[in-house]
């Protein structure tokens, strides 16, 4: 079993079900990890499932947890043990937050030193908090989030200017008087997860070359990477390193100097429509009732005794290979005709 597989199962296991759901579900299960790193006693539920993953899944459980980083000298799974601790850190991380919160807002609430949150009203602690720009309207973190994530993932953009009326290239205020504010980037990287932030960034930067006028900024196809290119350049030359792609600024696809983008289309699709037709032949090739009849048909008054060439006296595995090498060859043929040249090897040495 992958060890990414395994520590899903046993987290999982940690975890528990219960009738809950939503957030409420999300502390509980925080709860339960949190208390098993602590090394305290689990419940009779998470016991159970935890013997039962044993019994079925053949994962051998320890009563102590060890640091396996020190011996783990393959690369891959050193590599996959990397992304579950990084994964399960970054949801310990969150959930932490989102407790310290919780544990905030009770307190303020208790000692009445907390302040109203201008969307869900609910009174919050004053370092949860994140105001306006201009006019200092507060919102929680969590409402900040709700609203910037709906903006960017659900609308994908950061919606109407007030003022201008046009696409806003930040996101502005949503208090119910209209403001026309928008959000310091400290407020927004205190409410926004990484991904999020991220995200809005990328947001923020396609509307702002667009409201530019910019025509000149190409995308490389392959990682994303966007610069300027001077009008007369084709050839989109990526320069991360770990790319390097080579684009058509017109078309997007591999760069096809000297057709143009129409002519490599049609260039693409008669390279593709005569790839699949040596498929096709190469399939069909080794079809038993085609293999013994173009084997017999080579072999003139065969005595089958002493003949090395038939079915009957050969490698089925060797005949299948030759009579579909000879249909290939056979329909690549026919496709040059169209100026197409297909690799009939290539295609035979490539895993089924």
């Known amino acids: 079993?992958?060890?990414?597989?395994?520590?899903?199962?046993?987290?999982?296991?940690?975890?528990?079900?219960?009738?809950?759901?939503?957030?409420?579900?999300?502390?509980?299960?925080?709860?339960?990890?949190?208390?098993?790193?602590?090394?305290?006693?689990?419940?009779?539920?998470?016991?159970?499932?935890?013997?039962?993953?044993?019994?079925?899944?053949?994962?051998?459980?320890?009563?102590?947890?060890?640091?396996?980083?020190?011996?783990?000298?393959?690369?891959?799974?050193?590599?996959?043990?990397?992304?579950?601790?990084?994964?399960?850190?970054?949801?310990?991380?969150?959930?932490?937050?989102?407790?310290?919160?919780?544990?905030?807002?009770?307190?303020?609430?208790?000692?009445?030193?907390?302040?109203?949150?201008?969307?869900?009203?609910?009174?919050?602690?004053?370092?949860?908090m994140v105001s306006c720009r201009d006019e200092g309207h507060l919102f929680c973190v969590d409402c900040l989030k709700s609203f910037a994530e709906t903006q960017i993932f659900g609308m994908g953009n950061l919606g109407i200017d007030k003022e201008t009326k046009k696409r806003s290239l930040e996101l502005k205020c949503f208090h119910s008087d209209g403001c026309a504010s928008g959000f310091g980037r400290s407020g927004l990287e205190k409410a926004l997860p990484k991904r999020s932030l991220e995200k809005y960034d990328e947001v923020q930067f396609i509307l702002s070359v667009e409201v530019a006028g910019l025509d000149d900024i190409v995308s490389c196809p392959n990682c994303g990477y966007q610069a300027a290119l001077q009008p007369s350049q084709r050839v989109f030359k990526c320069p991360v390193i770990d790319c390097l792609y080579e684009s058509c600024r017109e078309c997007g696809e591999a760069a096809h100097i000297p057709l143009r983008c129409d002519e490599n289309k049609k260039t693409d699709e008669k390279e593709t429509k005569g790839r699949l037709a040596v498929e096709e032949a190469i399939s069909e090739g080794k079809k038993p009732d085609q293999v013994l009849a173009a084997l017999l048909s080579e072999v003139a008054l065969c005595r089958h005794i002493d003949c090395k060439g038939c079915p009957l006296y050969t490698n089925g595995e060797e005949d299948d290979a030759r009579a579909m090498r000879k249909a290939g060859l056979k329909a690549a043929n026919e496709v040059r005709k169209d100026d197409v040249n297909i690799d009939v090897e290539n295609i035979l040495k490539a895993p089924p």
């Open 1 to 128: 079993m992958h060890y990414a597989v395994a520590h899903d199962k046993i987290l999982r296991a940690v975890k528990g079900t219960t009738s809950q759901a939503g957030e409420e579900l999300e502390d509980t299960q925080y709860q339960r990890v949190s208390n098993s790193f602590a090394r305290r006693q689990m419940s009779q539920q998470q016991i159970e499932e935890l013997e039962q993953l044993a019994n079925t899944s053949n994962v051998v459980l320890k009563t102590h947890r060890r640091n396996y980083q020190s011996f783990v000298t393959d690369a891959i799974l050193a590599e996959e043990v990397n992304f579950v601790e990084t994964k399960l850190s970054t949801w310990m991380a969150s959930m932490e937050k989102r407790a310290n919160r919780a544990q905030n807002k009770k307190n303020a609430q208790a000692t009445h030193t907390g302040m109203e949150c201008c969307c869900c009203f609910d009174e919050v602690a004053v370092e949860d």
